[in-house]
Every structure is written in structure tokens, then in C-alpha cells.
T-cell receptor, first 113, second 114 residues
């Protein structure tokens, strides 16, 4: 069964550095999402992406965040200048259409030192 | 605005006993509702979904959930717990915009006692 893949599984970065989290959505899916889960808290929506542009973003997704689909298969989340509070598990998801269930990757654990 | 509340951050049941995980939703429009399961060090796996068809929804691994509009609930049940059911369970509601963003509850950790 096709699945969403995320790399790396764990990323350790110094505060203030840029980090790029990578995702390969399921190939025939058109909608892409990033969520994050701070340790012990709920999964929170960050951003959705469709037709090569952001569809919606939460208040968490401020100017330090950006997303890109650089080619036909990858979907990336960039955090420009990381802060301690960015430490979390970041999940990528994709869906075939806007109202279809989202399929999640296994996540990238981001640790900011 | 959409939100879900999961009552009970931890639930323990004996192997073979009924599993009941509670979820109540708040939505300004008819909701789409989902249950996801998260095993340790893994991502979120869809268990089942309600999208305004049948109110009793059957999912994978023997789980089911019933949409009750009068109670704004979407509780998850399984008649007989198995050791492999031990995991974190998340209820989520969709905002039904074009992108269908999900709003998650805080999760319920299910422990199955042998």
C-alpha cells in the first residue's frame, strides 16, 4: 500500500539555524499538509497546500515557516531560524482530494538545542 | 470553529473487555469526523471516518464509532480489547473547507491489561 514517507526521522539542530523537513506524499494525491505535535500536546495543523500554493495556514505558521514543492514528488517544510519552542514531531500528510481522508507519514522528530 | 474534546487522557481495560473512548465535537457546520491511532514511534493511521453517510461507522481492527448529532458525540468502541490495541487514539474533526484541515483532540492512551 502506498504511504507517505518523511525524512529524516530525527533532526537535531542548533537554535537559530535553518532546517528543512522533507516529505514524499502518495503519488496521486493532490492535497498536502504539515502538522506538528509538541511533546505531550495535541496534534496541531500548520499548513495545507494545493495546486502549488498554500490553501490555508494556522497562526502557528508565521514568517519563519515556508513550504515548497520543488519537484513532482517532494513537499518540504522550512523553518528559517529555529527556536527552542520549535522542538516537536512534525507530520506530513496527503489526501487524494480535499474531503478525502489524510494519510500521515511517521513524522520527523525535530530537536532544537 | 471546529474542535473536539476527548474525555480521559488514559484508559485501561482488561484484555477481552469492551473498549470505549469518548469524543465530543463542536462544529458550526455538519462535521466530518475521524479516529486515528498512533503506535509508538509511528505516524497517525486512519481507523475510521464519518462523512455524513451511515451514522454507525466500521473501521479497521474491529473498531467502530457512532455519530450522534443530538449528543455531539463520536465515541470509539471495540467489543473485545486485544493486547495489540494498546496505543494513542486521536479524534479529529474536519473544517470541510476545500483543504479539509483536521483539528485533533488531545488524545487518549489506551492500555490493555493481560
Amino acid at each position: 500500500e502506498p504511504e507517505v514517507t518523511q525524512t529524516p526521522s530525527h533532526q537535531v539542530t542548533q537554535m537559530g539555524q535553518e532546517v528543512i523537513l522533507r516529505c514524499v506524499p502518495i503519488s496521486n494525491h493532490l492535497y498536502f499538509y504539515w502538522y506538528r505535535q509538541i511533546l505531550g500536546q495535541k496534534v496541531e495543523f500548520l499548513v495545507s497546500f494545493y495546486n502549488n500554493e498554500i490553501s490555508e495556514k494556522s497562526e502557528i505558521f508565521d514568517d519563519q515557516f515556508s513550504v515548497e514543492r520543488p519537484d513532482g514528488s517532494n513537499f518540504t517544510l522550512k523553518i528559517r531560524s529555529t527556536k527552542l519552542e520549535d522542538s516537536a514531531m512534525y507530520f506530513c500528510a496527503s489526501s487524494v482530494a480535499g474531503r478525502q481522508p489524510q494519510h500521515f507519514g511517521d513524522g520527523t522528530r525535530l530537536s532544537i538545542l | 470553529a471546529q474542535s473536539v474534546t476527548q474525555l480521559g487522557s488514559h484508559v485501561s481495560v482488561s484484555e477481552g473487555a469492551l473498549v470505549l473512548l469518548r469524543c465530543n465535537y463542536s462544529s458550526s457546520v455538519p462535521p466530518y469526523l475521524f479516529w486515528y491511532v498512533q503506535y509508538p514511534n509511528q505516524g497517525l493511521q486512519l481507523l475510521l471516518k464519518y462523512t455524513s453517510a451511515a451514522t454507525l461507522v466500521k473501521g479497521i481492527n474491529g473498531f467502530e464509532a457512532e455519530f450522534k448529532k443530538s449528543e455531539t458525540s463520536f465515541h470509539l468502541t471495540k467489543p473485545s480489547a486485544h493486547m495489540s490495541d494498546a496505543a494513542e487514539y486521536f479524534c479529529a474533526v474536519s473544517d470541510q473547507t476545500g483543504a479539509n484541515n483536521l483539528f485533533f483532540g488531545t488524545g487518549t492512551r489506551l492500555t490493555v491489561i493481560p
